[in-house]
T-cell receptor, first 113, second 114 residues
Framework: AQSVTQPDIHITVSEGASLELRCNYS??????LFWYVQSPGQGLQLLLK??????LVQGIKGFEAEFKRSQSSFNLRKPSVHWSDAAEYFC???????????FGTGTSLTVIP | DAGITQSPRYKITETGRQVTLMCHQT?????MFWYRQDLGHGLRLIYY???????DKGEVPDGYVVSRSKTENFPLTLESATRSQTSVYFC?????????????FGSGTQLSVL
């Protein structure tokens, strides 16, 4: 069975500091991996995705993520956090048939001035 | 406007009542999904649909019914609402184009069952 683990429920960082959100997955085949962001009261928006190829993927809003097969991880990073990045972040894995996506429990990010 | 819309945005109902949450998308995406979001559980898949008249269960389908008579609509019905179904419900759609499979989400329906 496939699953996604986000070990950090909540993270607080200072504005301008670097950020890394952790994601580990369990999936038998080559996964499709995603990071979504959810602002308060809103639906989820795709930040970036990995299907194949270069293991370092760039997304919107200055985010990037690195796929590490040996660690079954897909951590999200940003070199300098902005106050507007405060939100809930979800890691997800998708079957390669594209018909099911499984989400982690999310990491809530607080940005302090 | 094009996109995926959910209605109502907020709903309060009583236990035992039937409730239908609506979802409409204008992209003609083949896949549509219903998720519920609960604290500590993230998003859990309730039902999904690969095309009109094709639906299948997700992780937590009990107590829910879906239909998809038209590609653009995917309503979710709680036949007899229970308090445990208090949640935020998100509808999503996906295009099966290889290499661009991602979910587009609606803004959600916040449902309270009293």
């Amino acid at each position: 069975a496939q699953s996604v683990t986000q070990p950090d429920i909540h993270i607080t960082v200072s504005e301008g500091a670097s950020l890394e959100l952790r994601c580990n997955y369990s999936y038998g085949a080559t996964p499709y991996l995603f990071w979504y962001v959810q602002s308060p009261g809103q639906g989820l928006q795709l930040l970036l995705k990995y299907f194949s190829g270069d293991t370092l993927v760039q997304g919107i809003k200055g985010f990037e993520a690195e796929f590490k097969r040996s660690q079954s991880s897909f951590n999200l990073r940003k070199p300098s956090v902005h106050w507007s990045d405060a939100a809930e972040y979800f890691c997800a894995v998708g079957k390669n048939t594209g018909n099911q996506f499984y989400f982690g429990t999310g990491t809530s990010l607080t940005v302090i001035p | 406007d094009a996109g995926i819309t959910q209605s109502p945005r907020y709903k309060i109902t009583e236990t035992g009542r039937q409730v239908t949450l609506m979802c409409h998308q204008t992209w003609s995406h083949s896949y549509m999904f219903w998720y519920r979001q609960d604290l500590g559980h993230g998003l859990r898949l309730i039902y999904y649909s690969a095309a009109a008249d094709i639906t299948d269960k997700g992780e937590v389908p009990d107590g829910y019914v879906v239909s998809r008579s038209k590609t653009e609509n995917f309503p979710l019905t709680l036949e007899s609402a229970t308090r445990s179904q208090t949640s935020v419900y998100f509808c999503a759609s996906s295009d099966r184009s290889y290499g661009d499979e991602k979910l587009f989400f609606g803004s959600g329906t916040q449902l309270s069952v009293l």
